[in-house]
C-alpha cells in the first residue's frame, strides 16, 4: 500500500526566511506525484505536478523537486500570503492511477 | 472559467436525516472524484466517475452512502440516515480524462450531523 508522509506537520517562519517542507512516499514505482495547497475553508488549489527523478517545477517563491524517494517544496522569501497547508499526493498504481493517497498536510504560517 | 461548484457550502443537520451534496464538474472534463476530509484521516477518496459510470466505490464507508452522476454535469452525494461520525469536509474534484490527469477540486460542503 502507497503510503506518503509529510514534514513537519507545522512550520512558522517569519517573513522573508526560506525553508522547505518534506514529502517522502513508499510506493512501488514512481507514477508522479502533486503537491497541492489548501487554505482553510477552500478546498485544494493544485500548485505542481513531477512525474520523474530530478525534475523540478517553480511558481513564484515555491519551487519543487523530486528525487526517488521524497520531493521537496522550497519557500524562498515567503510572503504572510504564502501561509497555507501544503499537501502532496502520488497517484496509484496500474488502472488505479486516479487513486491519490494524499499525505496529512504541513501547516505553513509566515509571520510578518 | 468556472471550477467545480458545489453545494451547499454548509450543512448542519440531525442524526438520522437524509444529506443530499451536489457538484458541477469543471465543462469536458471526463472524470469526478468525491472526498472526504478529516483531522484524523486527511483525505480520502470516496467514488469515483469516468464518463458518468462509477468505476471505483471502494471507499464510500457504508451502505449509507450512495452516489450518482446522471449526466456529466452534476453529480450527487447522499447519506442516508446521517450519523454524527459523517461530519467531516467534502469535496468533489474534476479532471480532463482518466488515469492521473491533475485533479481540480471544488471549494467543498462542511457538514456537521448533531
Known amino acids: 500500500e502507497d503510503q506518503v508522509t509529510q514534514s513537519p506537520e507545522a512550520l512558522r517562519l517569519q517573513e522573508g526566511e526560506s525553508s522547505s517542507l518534506n514529502c517522502s512516499y513508499t510506493?512501488?514505482?514512481?507514477?508522479?506525484l502533486f503537491w497541492y495547497r489548501q487554505d482553510p475553508g477552500k478546498g485544494p488549489e493544485f500548485l505542481f505536478t513531477?512525474?520523474?527523478a530530478g525534475e523540478e517545477k517553480e511558481k513564484e517563491r515555491l519551487k519543487a523537486t523530486l528525487t526517488k524517494k521524497e520531493s521537496f517544496l522550497h519557500i524562498t522569501a515567503p510572503k504572510p500570503e504564502d501561509s497555507a497547508t501544503y499537501l502532496c499526493?502520488?497517484?496509484?498504481?496500474?488502472?488505479?492511477?486516479?487513486?491519490?493517497?494524499f499525505g496529512k498536510g504541513t501547516l505553513l504560517t509566515v509571520n510578518p | 472559467d468556472a471550477g467545480v461548484i458545489q453545494s451547499p457550502r454548509h450543512e448542519v443537520t440531525e442524526m438520522g436525516q437524509e444529506v443530499t451534496l451536489r457538484c458541477k464538474p469543471i465543462?469536458?472534463?471526463?472524470?469526478l472524484f468525491w472526498y472526504r476530509q478529516t483531522m484524523m484521516r486527511g483525505l480520502e477518496l470516496l467514488i469515483y466517475?469516468?464518463?458518468?459510470?462509477?468505476?471505483?466505490d471502494s471507499g464510500m464507508p457504508e451502505d449509507r452512502f450512495s452516489a450518482k452522476m446522471p449526466n456529466a454535469s452534476f453529480s450527487t452525494l447522499k447519506i442516508q440516515p446521517s450519523e454524527p461520525r459523517d461530519s467531516a469536509v467534502y469535496f468533489c474534484?474534476?479532471?480532463?480524462?482518466?488515469?492521473?490527469?491533475?485533479?481540480?477540486f471544488g471549494p467543498g460542503t462542511r457538514l456537521l450531523v448533531l
Open positions: 474534484a474534476s479532471s480532463l480524462s482518466r488515469g492521473s490527469e491533475t485533479q481540480y
Open positions: 510506493v512501488s514505482g514512481l507514477r508522479g
Open positions: 513531477l512525474y520523474s
Open positions: 499526493a502520488v497517484p496509484g498504481s496500474g488502472g488505479s492511477n486516479y487513486k491519490l493517497t
Open positions: 465543462s469536458g472534463h471526463n472524470s
Open positions: 466517475f469516468n464518463n458518468n459510470v462509477p468505476i471505483d
